[in-house]
């Protein structure tokens, strides 16, 4: 699970680090020393990379994707100096966002990141395979989290993102995935309004023989579309019953 930059306790630098150079071209906009959550078994610094091309309604991480000129610009020097001072107590990091994948410098930044010894998980909406193509072709990567929002119809997905997707791009993506170079997991956001039973099965079924799938219940507070805010998740026990049917299902 990726953590919303609003409770992540972002780090910024002292007065006098926040030195601006030709590296700092891709801007980062919240960065979290430390994280037990975003990469199961792993100690983690999580970098929040700012815009996305989706608009999901349920988003929790919206100011990113919507006003990320309002969040603090954390120089790349800052960020390589302090995860430098954390090696050895983190094992690696986690490029999360908005949508890294929509910036040009990713692969820069990552390479840079590797090369310090530290392993990579990226966050992502699989919207650009031929990025992550480039990064698992150059191992540039350890681990891909890709959001699968909804079945992969026209419509669903439209509704689940909050803009019209090229379903390839999406279908490249799972593809590249599968083949298992990196480790990898789907996940989706449930939300009542978007996603009935029936859809959870479809998207198991699109991605059988896949490692994993988890099921996010979706948090009513403060997502992209106020008209979510405050609506009811599905109870625990109902997700509980969909992922046992799920795992069977990519099982299978
Ligand atoms: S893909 Fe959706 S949930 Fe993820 S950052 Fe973009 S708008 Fe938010």
């Known amino acids: 699970m990726t953590q919303s930059i609003a409770h992540a306790g972002v780090s910024l630098p002292q007065?006098?680090?926040?030195?601006?150079?030709?590296?700092?071209a891709l801007s980062i906009r919240g960065f979290l020393e430390t994280s037990f959550v975003d990469w199961p078994g792993k100690v983690v610094s999580v970098l929040f990379l700012p815009?996305?091309?989706f608009r999901c309604p349920f988003c929790h991480n919206h100011q990113l994707v919507l006003n990320p000129g309002g969040l603090e610009d954390i120089p790349r020097t800052y960020i390589m100096a302090r995860l430098a001072e954390l090696k050895g107590w983190v094992d690696g990091v986690c490029i999360s966002g908005g949508e890294p994948t929509i910036h040009p410098h990713l692969l820069s930044l990552i390479a840079e990141i590797k090369?310090?010894?530290?392993l990579i998980k990226l966050d992502t909406n699989g919207s650009h395979p031929d990025v992550l193509r480039s990064l698992i072709a150059r191992?540039?990567?350890?681990c891909v989290a890709m959001d699968?929002?909804?079945?992969?119809?026209?419509?669903s997905?439209?509704?689940?993102?909050?803009?019209?997707?090229?379903?390839?791009?999406?279908?490249?993506?799972?593809?590249?995935?599968?083949?298992?170079?990196?480790?990898?997991?789907?996940?989706?956001?449930?939300?009542p309004a978007l996603h009935k039973g029936e859809d959870l099965l479809h998207i198991a079924r699109h991605l059988s023989g896949s490692s994993s799938l988890t099921l996010q219940n979706f948090n009513p507070e403060d997502p992209l579309d106020?008209?979510?805010?405050?609506?009811?998740?599905?109870?625990?026990e109902w997700l509980q019953e969909m992922r046992e049917r799920i795992a069977s299902i990519l099982h299978h």
């Open 15 to 24: 007065e006098g680090t926040r030195r601006q150079n030709g590296q700092e």
């Open 51 to 53: 815009g996305c091309n």
């Open 115 to 118: 090369g310090s010894g530290l």
């Open 139 to 142: 191992d540039l990567v350890d």
């Open 148 to 155: 699968v929002k909804a079945p992969l119809d026209e419509v």
């Open 157 to 191: 997905y439209a509704r689940a993102a909050g803009v019209p997707v090229d379903l390839e791009n999406i279908r490249e993506s799972i593809c590249l995935l599968k083949k298992g170079k990196v480790d990898y997991h789907f996940r989706t956001t449930i939300v």
């Open 226 to 236: 106020p008209r979510l805010q405050g609506t009811s998740p599905y109870p625990e």
